[in-house]
C-alpha cells in the first residue's frame, strides 16, 4: 500500500504562481512514476504532468511551458511548479502513483483557484 499526503495549492490571481508537493509513504521502493492530475467541475479528471523512475516526464499541451515537475532523489517526493496560472488551470490537482506491478494510488486532492 501506499499514501500519498499532497500540500499546496490555494488561490492565486491569473499569472501569478503555486507549488504543489506530494509525498509518499508505505511500500514506496516498488514506485515507478508519480504525476499530477486535475478536475474541474464537470469535466473529467485528465493528467496535468507525470515523470517516471528515471526522470523521463510528460506534459498536457495545455500546461507546457508553464509548469515543472520534479522528484527529489529519494523519489518520494514529487514537486509541480505551477507559473503564469490561468483562470482555466482552476481545478483539483490530485497526485497519483504508479507501482511496477500497475497499481494506482491516489491522494486526496487540492484545490486551485485562479482569479481573473
Known amino acids: 500500500q501506499v499514501q500519498l499526503v499532497e500540500s499546496g495549492g490555494g488561490l492565486v490571481q491569473a499569472g501569478g504562481s503555486l507549488r504543489l508537493s506530494c509525498t509518499a509513504y508505505?511500500?514506496?521502493?516498488?514506485?515507478?512514476?508519480m504525476g499530477w492530475y486535475r478536475q474541474a467541475p464537470g469535466k473529467e479528471r485528465e493528467l496535468v504532468a507525470h515523470?517516471?523512475?528515471?526522470?523521463?516526464?510528460n506534459y498536457a499541451d495545455s500546461v507546457k511551458g508553464r509548469f515543472t515537475i520534479s522528484r527529489d532523489n529519494a523519489k518520494t517526493t514529487v514537486t509541480l511548479q505551477m507559473n503564469s496560472l490561468k483562470p482555466e488551470d482552476t481545478a483539483v490537482y490530485y497526485c497519483?502513483?504508479?507501482?511496477?506491478?500497475?497499481?494506482?494510488?491516489w491522494g486526496q486532492g487540492t484545490q486551485v483557484t485562479v482569479s481573473s
Open positions: 515523470i517516471k523512475g528515471r526522470g523521463s516526464t
Open positions: 508505505g511500500i514506496i521502493d516498488s514506485i515507478n512514476t
Open positions: 497519483n502513483s504508479e507501482r511496477v506491478l500497475g497499481d494506482q494510488y
